[in-house]
């Protein structure tokens, strides 16, 4: 759990550092080792079956494995960089999911108000979740895809001054 909520902290770190247009390298470290670090421990903790979190794991790496390729040897070039947006953003999302169904089975007070895990508190968590990612991912997708302006560039016909 603790590993899958600094992979949780450190990914809405990175995304918030992208939306500022802002690498924010260790904290994009972070996030994509211990997610990975979630899933393939996850592996590991005895099932009779091959569960939802066993899928999610699979979902998780598989999605992890462009969004590596886009950050590390395509270097965010091109349409690269909206690959590893969209997937950065979905594997934190995968990665939030768990730990919203993690938090409503063993807090207490969460747990009476979703016993079942059907009840409109819990929706209503994981909609909300999603809803901040994609809010998030856009802006990062708007802002991390250029490039800061430099001091006395171009912008809209007229050349601009630094302040």
Known sequence: MIISLTGIGAGV???LGMAGNNRLE???????VTTALTSITGFFFHS?????P??????????MVPVLL?????????????????GAVVVLWLNAVVGV?????????LQALAPTQTEPPFIITQLAVLGLLVVLG???AMRFQRQPRSP????????????
């Open 70 to 86: 886009a950050r590390y040897s395509f270097r965010l070039r091109g349409w690269w960089r909206l690959v590893y947006i969209v």
């Open 152 to 163: 006395g560039t171009w912008e809209g016909g007229a050349r601009t001054r630094a302040a």
């Open 48 to 52: 009779k079956a091959f569960g939802p």
């Open 54 to 63: 066993r899928v999610f794991g699979v979902i998780t790496l598989v999605v």
């Open 101 to 109: 169904i993690q938090f409503f089975q063993k807090a207490a007070f």
């Open 138 to 140: 856009a802006i990062d």
């Open 13 to 15: 770190a990175a995304l």
């Open 26 to 32: 260790v904290w994009t470290v972070i996030f994509l």
